[in-house]
């Protein structure tokens, strides 16, 4: 299964982008799907995540500012990020995970950088 993420770019501090992820191949079926991202000199760590069911989750440095959104049908999980901080900087990947015919998978985004700076 693979993982294909796009979206990211350079914004101001304040603005607002969109990262897409759409995950193909032979799936069966797709339980949660996430955002992770990693700063330089830190560790990766989850931003937000979405189950099968619609129920949400994000880090308390988002909420308020980050919404997570799937498409069931398209196999795509979105990430609305608005009023970006510096502090947001970072390579942003999806994670998803579920079942292909065969076996469970877990697969991730190859990563998009997210720049915010003024």
């Known amino acids: 299964v693979q993982l294909q993420a796009s979206g990211g770019g350079l914004v101001q501090p304040g603005g607002s982008l969109r990262l897409s992820c759409a995950a193909s191949?032979?799936?069966?079926?797709?339980?949660?799907m996430a955002w992770y991202r990693q700063a330089p000199g830190k560790q990766r760590e989850l931003v937000a995540g979405?189950?099968?069911?619609?129920?949400?989750h994000y880090a308390e440095s988002v909420k308020g500012r980050f919404t997570i959104s799937r498409d069931n049908a398209k196999n795509t999980v979105d990430l609305q990020m608005n009023s970006l901080k510096p502090e947001d900087t970072a390579v942003y990947y999806c994670?998803?995970?579920?079942?292909?015919?065969?076996?469970?998978?877990?697969?991730w985004g190859q990563g998009t950088q997210v720049t915010v700076s003024s």
């Open positions: 191949g032979s799936i069966f079926s797709i339980n949660g």
């Open positions: 979405i189950t099968n069911g619609g129920h949400t």
């Open positions: 994670n998803v995970d579920g079942q292909t015919p065969d076996w469970d998978f877990r697969s």
